[in-house]
């Protein structure tokens, strides 16, 4: 069974098993497939490749997979069992949006799933919770690294394409092998060459233009979730303006909840790109008809409550839509939240005590965090301060004033630990 977006007969049905028995099991798409497809020799290529899961179990059953994989763009994540040569090898996309979960029964078996509820019902393997991942969660409101809800269970990272050897009683042998092509080794190369970080106005538009144009990639009609943020109108403006493509929109509206309703934002978008838009009611009937369902249906606990009206909007739309194009990180990546400009008014204080020396700062090193709240209370003339507690919203600060005033390492900004040292935090800083 599938969500059949690229070619729609049964022919890249899940499992996909090819002739020698090995199977596929493939979750999300690579939007790119075909230009891949181009890179590889003509002696090498098959016939009849016309879908990305074609694509991938070709590029594994011929052991191209290591070659091609950092070159992917999309969302997934893949299993696949070589009957043939007794291994099984997995990866999941450099972002993370396609969840994979592993867990080893009897220390030896593996077991893949793409819901830990899954793998938690192997009596093999402990479903008791892990309270130091319980403990992160509450922290930061999801699990970082490799943690899940369950002592026995684990997340294979991000960007990591993974290869193990498997005895003839199918348990682990020793030989193993990683590769990785994480967010750091891919998307950062890109941009920052020479130690010169490539992020013009020019370059943007182009990046985005082709993101754009590679979520095309469709043998059913797509359409557009709009919101009235700044990236899913910057989405409708590129589709329609960049690349001349009508998609409809659709909008949930709050006529209970004024404060949240950004559909009057979202029309006038699509009234001044002359784009069709339906607009979704959104009401607390339909949410109390659906909200277990909802809940059900998650895998682990989910701290955003947008899931509850994006699910609705979803469901409304999924009559006539299989794929509808939505967007994530425009407001964090360009200062799209009210609470950003906050953050600039407070920089401006602290840019006044930049000058004073390091040992100073390092004075503060046991300070409550609290304490600094009410200095930046002060700071700020007394407004809404839970905009702007620095120590939660630091990506568009400059690199010396994060140097100084960051201190606990863990509290680098709202994505918690998922990065390893404040190397690769700068690194990223940077970009903004």
């Known amino acids: 069974s599938r969500l059949a977006i690229q070619d729609l007969t049964f022919e890249s049905n899940q499992p996909f098993v090819s002739k020698g028995n090995d199977i596929l099991v493939f979750n999300g798409e690579i939007l790119n497939w075909k230009e891949i497809l181009k890179l590889i020799p003509n002696n090498l290529l098959e016939n009849n490749i016309n879908s990305d899961t074609k694509f991938l179990n070709f590029l594994l059953s011929n052991e191209l997979i290591e070659k091609y994989i950092d070159k992917f763009k999309g969302f997934f994540?893949?299993?696949?069992?070589?009957?043939?040569?007794?291994?099984?090898?997995?990866?999941?996309?450099?972002f993370g949006v396609k969840p994979l979960y592993y867990a080893i029964e009897d220390k030896k078996y593996p077991i893949f799933s793409s819901t830990s509820e899954a793998i938690s019902l192997n009596p093999a393997i402990s479903n008791n919770l892990n309270p130091k991942s319980l403990s992160s969660y509450l922290r930061?409101?999801?699990?970082?690294?490799?943690?899940?809800?369950?002592?026995?269970?684990?997340?294979?990272?991000?960007?990591?394409y993974k290869k193990l050897f498997l005895n003839q009683d199918y348990s682990l042998n020793h030989r193993k092998k990683e590769i990785k092509f994480d967010l750091q080794n891919v998307i950062l190369a890109e941009v920052i060459k020479?130690?010169?970080?490539?992020?013009?106005?020019?370059?943007?538009?182009?990046i985005l233009k082709s993101s754009c144009e590679k979520r095309l990639l469709s043998d059913v009609p797509i359409a557009l979730l709009l919101s009235g943020g700044i990236d899913s109108n910057l989405l409708a403006w590129t589709y329609k303006r960049e690349l001349g493509i009508n998609l409809p929109c659709f909008t949930i509206a709050f006529d209970q909840a004024p404060n949240f309703d950004e559909s009057n934002i979202a029309a006038e978008t699509c009234n001044k790109l002359n784009l069709s838009h339906e607009i979704i009611k959104f009401s607390e009937v339909a949410m109390q008809d659906q909200i277990l369902e909802i809940l059900g249906n998650l895998d682990q606990p989910f701290i955003d409550t947008s899931i509850i009206p994006t699910t609705i909007l979803c469901k409304a739309i999924s009559k006539s839509f299989k794929v509808?194009?939505?967007a994530d990180g425009?407001?964090?990546?360009?200062?799209?939240?009210?609470?950003?400009?906050e953050n600039f008014k407070f920089y401006n204080y602290l840019s006044k005590i930049n000058f004073l020396p390091n040992q100073l700062f390092n004075l503060l090193k046991n300070?409550?965090?609290?304490?600094?709240?009410?200095?930046a209370d002060i700071f700020l003339e007394k407004k809404d301060l839970q905009k702007s507690i620095f120590f939660h919203q630091h990506q568009l600060w400059p690199n010396k004033l994060i140097d100084k005033m960051l201190i606990n390492k863990?509290?680098?900004?709202?994505?918690?630990?998922?990065?390893?040292?404040?190397?690769?935090?700068?690194?990223?800083?940077?970009?903004?």
């Open 77 to 94: 994540s893949f299993v696949y069992f070589s009957y043939s040569k007794f291994y099984v090898s997995f990866g999941r996309d450099c």
């Open 140 to 160: 930061f409101g999801f699990f970082p690294s490799k943690q899940t809800p369950f002592l026995g269970i684990n997340e294979v990272l991000p960007g990591t």
């Open 194 to 206: 020479n130690n010169q970080i490539d992020f013009s106005e020019k370059y943007f538009m182009n």
């Open 324 to 326: 509808a194009i939505s």
């Open 330 to 341: 425009g407001d964090e990546g360009f200062g799209g939240y009210t609470k950003y400009l």
């Open 367 to 375: 300070t409550n965090i609290k304490k600094f709240s009410k200095i």
């Open 410 to 432: 863990q509290d680098y900004f709202d994505f918690g630990c998922f990065y390893e040292n404040l190397e690769k935090f700068n690194s990223l800083s940077k970009l903004s």
